[in-house]
């Protein structure tokens, strides 16, 4: 956006936008792991962000200012705010891809060690046996029991094998688990 025909504010809030991204950040000189998997989800995110969501929000935009007073327009106003949105998360997508490298877990050949793309079921103190994986930063979900591998825990696991007890720092203090099972095929 041309900085030329607007007020100082809004080019400052236009500013504000375009330093949000929309994911977490690496931490300094950290490479941007991604599994195969990972990779491909977000490369279907790019491609249906690119090439239907945006489309839509477009038509409606277009819709929407066609109809006169764009002030109190609800549809216009709301339909720029998710362009916006939109675009923002794709500058963020295309970035951590261009420096993404995939690392395949396939292709591990130490398999008694936990590394990137292992699953890793473990005991805590509590006597509770979850299983993760460790995924890159921007595929971490920890819903699907998939944790980033800058994450406290996948740092305590790393190079960890089968019987290790590793100590993990965690918001209620430090926690011994230990390693039960790693895997490269899944759970």
């Known amino acids: 956006m041309s900085k030329a025909f607007v007020n100082e ?24 792991l991604l599994t195969p998997e990972g990779h491909a989800r977000l490369q279907a995110e790019l491609k249906h962000l690119r090439h239907v969501e945006r489309p839509k929000v477009v038509d409606i935009v277009s819709w929407a200012a066609s109809n006169g007073d764009r002030s109190e327009n609800g549809d216009y106003i709301y339909g720029k705010k998710r362009l916006r949105e939109i675009d923002r998360r794709l500058r963020y997508l295309m970035k951590r891809l261009d420096i993404a490298e995939v690392v395949d877990p ?13 699953w890793v079921t473990f005991e805590n103190a509590r006597g509770e046996t979850p299983t993760v994986r460790i995924v890159g930063v921007d595929e971490a979900r920890l819903e699907e029991g998939e944790i980033s591998w800058v994450s ?17 720092r965690t918001p209620q203090g430090l926690d011994e688990v230990e390693v039960v099972r790693i895997s490269y095929e899944g759970p």
Not at 106 to 118: K, M, P
Not at 152 to 168: C, H, I, N, Q
Request: glycine residues 8%; aromatic residues 4%; hydrophobic residues 45%.
């Open 9 to 32: 504010d809004a080019a400052a809030e236009v500013e504000a936008e375009d330093d949000v991204d929309n994911g977490p950040a690496l931490p300094a000189g950290a490479r941007n």
């Open 152 to 168: 406290p825990m996948a740092r305590a696991l790393m190079k960890a094998e089968e019987g290790d007890v590793v100590s993990v």
């Open 106 to 118: 396939a292709r591990q050949t130490n398999r008694d060690q936990v590394f990137f793309g292992a």
